[in-house]
């Protein structure tokens, strides 16, 4: 049977995450289905792997629960194996923005965000504002060293906590009267971080629906998007066309490559941008970091 991987979240106000999460983890044991599904009383997200017909028959039990009847499923190739488990969690966020008493969320999503623009109304938006629009990335800015929006600005976080920060730091402050596009992989990061930035003073604030995921579909490398995709499971990375030129650059020796290496030291593990050579040459290395 062909395998698929479902990438999907929703905001809804949930009054029982534990019982949400009990529910998720005895659906995917039973399905056979592997990967990770956080829980919080602002709603859901989650990456699951798997049979096609099993991922069909999760997709109906879930969107089955009233709150969940919304939620917009997204399919990307990959396997179950890409996954090394399953993981069901419930958290005080969805994603860790460490603001869990400042989002609000009702029955239509979260209160307050960007304007959502689907892949073309970003390129009506861009056609119609020119150069004064700006790209924000919402993701970690070690994921755009392979791939991002031309031009885009990339704020310096490792982690999503350090988004408020960065934004509440002043140097975006020149951003607060231009037009600003948020993106991250699919949407869900920046249904908060837009939220964040309008309620910070940002006056004109969007947000790529169905993220980088979803205008890949639709315009692949061949609109504004550059590079690859990177991807929080053993796939890492993913592609839009065939033979798309990497725009990361090998750590050691600057060459063109869109594959992260962990450092050898198990403590260490620091995520390394390498080209095939050099992933050669220092294998016999213990830590990637300390012997540069």
């Known amino acids: 049977m062909p395998h698929k991987i479902l990438l999907y979240y929703i905001f809804r106000p949930l009054a029982d ?37 099993s991922l069909l028959t999760y ?21 179950r194996d890409d996954f090394p488990g399953l993981k069901v969690k419930v958290r005080q ?33 861009v056609e119609a504002r020119g150069d004064e629009l700006v ?32 934004i509440e730091s002043g140097k975006y402050d020149h951003l607060k009267e231009k037009p600003v596009v948020t993106y991250c992989t ?6 908060i971080l837009s939220s964040a930035m309008k309620n910070r003073g940002f006056a004109e604030v969007y947000q790529l629906e169905g993220g980088i995921v979803k205008y890949g579909e639709a315009f692949g490398n061949k609109g504004l998007w550059e590079g690859s995709l990177y991807v929080f499971d053993r ?24 594959n992260f290496y962990n450092c050898n030291d198990l403590v ?15 294998s016999s290395e213990h830590c990637l970091h300390q012997t540069r």
């Open 17 to 53: 995450p534990q019982a949400i999460r009990l529910w998720q983890r005895e659906l995917c044991d039973r399905l056979n289905l592997r990967g990770r599904i956080l829980v919080s009383q602002h709603g859901i997200n989650g990456t699951v792997g798997g049979e096609v017909e």
């Open 59 to 79: 997709i109906k039990a879930t969107k089955a629960y009233p709150p969940f009847k919304g939620i917009e499923f997204k399919w990307s190739d990959g396997h």
């Open 93 to 125: 966020e969805v994603v860790a923005f460490g603001i869990p008493h400042e989002l609000e969320v009702n029955e239509d999503g979260v209160v307050g965000g960007g304007e959502h623009l689907s892949p073309a109304a970003l390129h009506e938006l």
């Open 135 to 166: 790209f924000l990335d919402g993701r970690n800015a070690f994921e755009s060293k392979i791939g991002k929006f031309k031009n885009a600005i990339v704020p310096d976080t490792a982690t999503t906590h350090d988004f408020i920060r960065e």
């Open 186 to 191: 699919g949407g869900i990061r920046c249904e």
């Open 235 to 258: 796939r890492m990375t993913i592609d839009f066309e065939e033979n798309i030129a990497a725009i990361g650059e090998c750590e050691y020796c600057s060459a063109p490559t869109k």
């Open 268 to 282: 260490c593990r620091t995520l390394t941008l390498m080209c095939d050579t050099c992933v050669q040459e220092k």
